[in-house]
Antibody, heavy 115, light 107 residues
Framework: EVQLLESGGGLAQPGGSLRLSCVAS????????MGWVRQAPGQGLEWVSG???????QYADFVRGRFTVSRDNSKNTVYLQIDSLRAEDTAVYYC?????????WGQGTLVTVSS | EIQMTQSPSSLSAFLGDRVTITCRAS??????LVWFQQKPGKAPKSLIY???TLQSGVPSRFSGTGSGTEFTLTISSLQPEDLATYYC?????????FGGGTKVEIK
């Protein structure tokens, strides 16, 4: 059974940093692209970043160098580092396995940026 | 960035009605289009991928059609459990992009 377990969310100060983690199980992790999608309260879905099994990364235009995605295939884990946090980064961050036929979403981790 | 324009943003229909949601891409995305259903407080769930292929376990009342830039999600007979917000997403070109969502309500 495929599982994605996100962690690392919580309350953070503007200008601070957070690292989100997503531990995967139930599939051959290194063979799949992994991604992050966020959803601000009451808003729509927004793709954030993706990383292929061998580490090629892609980002949404709004990221502008503040987000860094990485993965450790030995730990079946994908990370999202968010720096220079802003209030508008407040959202549920979903970890996503693949796109299309084999996709799977985690339950999300809430990031709240507030002083 | 490819813009995905989804319409309508909300709709209200009777049980048993046929419901159609449209998604237009600002440039061609081939058939790399997925439709998601999101119920309140839950993670999105994909219904249809590659524009028209039903995910395993999804009821056959859901269907997807389209061309390279215009796509349609149809619910042939609206059921109570279809109350949700629906999103399209193109996965043809980075950055991946979503439509704005369509909230489906029951009259």
């Amino acid at each position: 059974e495929v599982q994605l377990l996100e962690s690392g969310g919580g309350l953070a100060q503007p200008g601070g940093s957070l690292r989100l983690s997503c531990v995967a199980s139930g599939f051959s992790f290194s063979n799949y692209v992994m991604g992050w999608v966020r959803q601000a309260p009451g808003q729509g879905l927004e793709w954030v970043s993706g990383i292929t099994g061998y580490g090629s990364v892609q980002y949404a235009d709004f990221v502008r160098g503040r987000f860094t995605v990485s993965r450790d295939n030995s730990k079946n884990t994908v990370y999202l580092q968010i720096d220079s946090l802003r209030a508008e980064d407040t959202a549920v961050y979903y970890c996503v396995k693949s796109y299309g036929r084999d996709d799977f979403w985690g339950q999300g981790t809430l990031v709240t940026v507030s002083s | 960035e490819i813009q995905m324009t989804q319409s309508p943003s909300s709709l209200s229909a009777f049980l048993g009605d046929r419901v159609t949601i449209t998604c237009r891409a600002s440039q061609g995305v081939g058939n790399h289009l997925v439709w998601f259903q999101q119920k309140p407080g839950k993670a999105p769930k994909s219904l249809i991928y590659d524009m028209s292929t039903l995910q395993s376990g999804v009821p056959s009342r859901f269907s997807g059609t389209g061309s390279g830039t215009e796509f349609t999600l149809t619910i042939s007979s609206l059921q109570p459990e279809d109350l949700a917000t629906y999103y399209c997403q193109q996965y043809n070109t980075y950055p991946l992009t979503f439509g704005g969502g369509t909230k489906v309500e029951i009259k």
